[in-house]
């Protein structure tokens, strides 16, 4: 088994791409151990004691250095990927596959926003998401509520320094250009 491995913009995080699929739909987030639960591979890699998190997404695992150098954290993690694969072990807990879909997410709206909503979710979807996968992490639509759209940044966009400028300047510009009625992009 061959995984490559693949910077991001947060310098903490790391991108494995294990040339399999990890996750055939949603993401698994565990920004701290308790959150690991109902994932074999993440609590796998929470057992290294300079992991801080961990983030599942379609083909890749980011994982989140506390402190230390990548250099001796890697192959560390390397492994404990291959060993989990190797042993046939899920992924995800068949009880944590629900959350992976998102279907415990609330999000929030005024019903007389739903055409502006599915619109917004349509743009996050096709142009948005994608491209912040490609660094490791995820942006998922919370809300709208007087012209703000609520974001959940996940994964590496979680904590990483240019996260604000991928949010205010990319995703928020993108928004008002398709959809007038968007002023601003919050994180939540």
């Avoid at 300079?50 to 230390?68: C, M, P, R, S």
Wanted: with cysteine.
């Amino acid at each position: 088994m061959f995984i490559q491995t693949e910077v991001t913009p947060n310098p903490a995080t790391l991108k494995f791409l294990p040339g399999r699929v990890v996750l055939p739909a949603g993401t698994f987030d565990a920004p701290k151990p308790e959150a690991a639960a109902g994932s074999p591979l993440a609590e796998r890699l929470f057992a290294l004691p300079e992991v801080a998190g961990v983030f599942l997404g379609y083909d890749f695992i980011t994982v989140t250095k506390k402190d230390g150098d990548w250099a001796h954290l890697k192959p560390a993690i390397l492994g404990e990927i291959m060993q989990h694969f190797v042993s046939g072990a899920p992924v995800l807990a068949e009880s944590s596959a629900a959350a992976a879909l998102g279907e415990d997410d609330e999000e929030f709206f005024d019903p007389a926003d739903a055409d502006l909503v599915t619109t917004i979710k349509d743009l996050l979807e096709t142009r948005v998401r994608p491209a912040v996968a490609g660094d490791g992490g995820d942006i998922t639509f919370k809300g709208f509520k007087d012209g703000t759209v609520y974001l959940t940044m996940r994964g590496s966009c979680s904590g990483c320094p240019s996260s604000t400028a991928t949010l205010k300047h990319g995703i928020q510009n993108l928004l008002r250009h398709f959809v007038p009625e968007v002023e601003q992009v919050e994180a939540v």
